[in-house]
């Protein structure tokens, strides 16, 4: 078992950046590929970025290219989401994910671990 807990969430205006972290515990992410989603009122879950285990390739939703970026630190058992530029269209519940298979990063079905939610609210 993994247990996921995001934390770094909160209010900004437009423009501004967070850094949400994920950290693990249970069993060491570093075999695990580690996603990004998020949720807003009204709206499906949707997927932001995930990084592999194995290369640590990156993926990306097309609205957030540039400006959010993910990464991980094995050693900490923790991945981090960067948020840059942020847009009011960005506010949503974030949800740190875990899987072990290396393919599908971006269907939500496809993992295996969630964390409860951060939430991220910008302001206009």
């Known amino acids: 078992q993994v247990q996921l807990v995001e934390s770094g969430g909160g209010l900004v205006q437009a423009g501004g950046s967070l850094r949400l972290s994920c950290a693990a515990s249970?069993?060491?992410?570093?075999?695990?590929?580690m996603g990004w989603f998020r949720q807003a009122p009204g709206k499906e879950r949707e997927f932001v970025a995930a990084?592999?285990?194995?290369?640590?390739?990156?993926y990306y939703l097309d609205s957030v290219k540039g400006r959010f970026t993910i990464s991980r630190d094995n050693a900490k058992n923790t991945v981090y989401l960067q948020m840059n530029s942020l847009k009011p269209e960005d506010t949503a519940a974030y949800y740190c994910?875990?899987?072990?298979?290396?393919?599908?990063?971006?269907?939500?079905?496809?993992?295996?671990?969630w964390g409860q939610g951060t939430q991220v609210t910008v302001s206009s």
């Open positions: 990084i592999s285990w194995s290369d640590y390739s990156t």
């Open positions: 249970g069993r060491t992410i570093s075999s695990y590929t």
């Open positions: 994910a875990a899987k072990r298979a290396r393919s599908d990063y971006d269907q939500s079905l496809s993992y295996d671990y």
